[in-house]
């Protein structure tokens, strides 16, 4: 029987609002501390949620609310620079279909979930400092306010503070060597059926998928050495970095046809790819890191928004079921530090690949090995985890 019966939820983002979720489900009482003065409403570009992010978030019964605001896309389609298809995949019998939004409406979506649930989000909380004793956890905040619970989770993300508190000489992200861009095309001249995400590699990369509208949504990436900060990339104006997406892509398939159909209001300017490298500590006596502030894998991976959902929805469990936070800890960590680190080692090659540093790419593997051990995965709730597991 588990003696945690409240939580501390450091971030509102996309981990937070799930991680709060999951813990009411296991009888926690979580409320989540946001930094910012108001939800993040409008932030970000494009992300996808694969089929075991969609099962995972079935669990706190919020699977539906974001189908509703994202679009199917079924199938992937391999090619490379020249327009040659290399293979094509449709899912795996039974599993629900990937789906692409953009990320302030997939923050919104859950948010809104939350909040009917009675999920109750401070705003304006940018978290100091934690003190930890045998009782519980204090956090103190900037504005001198202070909250005290049994546990203090971290879903600050990338740059978390909580992580450097559990730890003070935990790494920070990584920079991948390249500038991720995105875009709407008007699509002229490009095949690309609805449903269906295409990738194409060569000495370039660009995906791409056709929108309900019938414009086409591409994603793409500007090797860099210097690891320019997303301020610095907003500075720059769109009209010079689409010029310069335009002579990388030059004779691409169909990458020079889509930027040409994208306008400079049209374009996205993501900012540098990071991802988190390994991090030694993951949890301290009573505070423990979920989603990105843990193992934060590059946007090549396809699977940020659905780790962060997987790991929320397994540490509820490990609460729920296990005496002591630093039991519930520790198996949480045997059962998602093996997963989260192959997912984003496999992202580390994609990356290389799209810095055009071929020599380090291995060969391809066909989509069913590649999709199979991410997209299979299944969280059983019901299933009482073990301090041995």
Not at 170 to 197: D, I, K, N, R
Not at 360 to 366: G, I, N, S
Request: charged content about 20%.
């Amino acid at each position: 029987m588990s003696t945690v019966k409240t939580a501390l939820v450091i971030g509102g983002g996309i981990a937070g609002p799930v991680t709060a979720m999951a813990l009411a489900k296991a009888g926690i009482e979580a409320t989540i501390y946001e930094s910012h003065p108001a939800a993040a409403d409008g932030v970000g570009a494009w992300l996808s949620l694969a089929p075991n992010g969609l099962e995972a978030l079935k669990i706190v019964e919020a699977d539906k609310a974001v189908e509703a605001v994202s679009q199917a896309v079924p199938g992937v389609v391999m090619a490379d620079g020249d327009g040659n298809t290399l293979s094509v995949f449709r899912g795996f019998p039974g599993l629900p279909a990937s789906r692409a939004m953009p990320r302030a409406a997939l923050f919104t979506a859950i948010a809104e979930h939350a909040a009917a649930r009675g999920v109750r989000v401070e705003y304006g909380k940018r978290l100091v400092t934690a003190v930890e004793n045998a009782d519980g956890v204090t956090a103190t905040f900037a504005d001198g306010t202070t909250a005290t619970a049994d546990v203090l989770i971290g879903a600050d993300g990338i740059r978390s503070t909580v992580r450097t508190l559990i730890d003070a000489g935990a790494p920070g992200p990584e920079y991948g060597g390249v500038l991720s861009f995105g875009g709407y095309s008007s699509g002229a001249g490009v095949t690309a059926e609805p449903g269906e995400m295409y990738f194409a590699f060569g000495r370039t990369f660009m995906g791409y998928w056709r929108l309900p509208d019938g414009r086409v949504c591409w994603f793409a990436s500007l090797p860099s050495a210097a690891p320019l900060t997303s301020a610095e990339v907003a500075a720059v104006p769109a009209a010079d970095w689409l010029a310069r997406l335009r002579e990388l892509y030059a004779g691409h398939v169909p990458g020079e046809r889509l930027l040409a159909g994208t306008a400079p209001e049209d374009l996205m300017a993501v900012g540098p790819m990071e991802r988190m490298p390994s991090v030694p500590r993951w949890h301290s006596q009573r505070m423990v890191l979920v989603g990105d502030s843990a193992h934060a894998p590059s946007s090549s991976s396809g699977q940020g928004a659905s780790q962060a959902v997987e790991s929320a929805v397994e540490l509820a469990r490990c609460l729920r079921d296990l005496p002591t936070p630093a039991a519930a800890f520790a198996a949480y960590e045997r059962l998602r530090r093996p997963r989260v680190e192959m997912i984003g080692g496999n992202a580390v090659a994609t990356n290389k690949a799209k810095a055009g540093r071929s020599g380090d790419r291995p060969a391809m593997p066909t989509p069913e090995q590649m999709f199979a051990p991410v997209h299979l995965h299944r969280i059983d709730w019901d299933e009482t985890v073990t301090s041995a597991e």
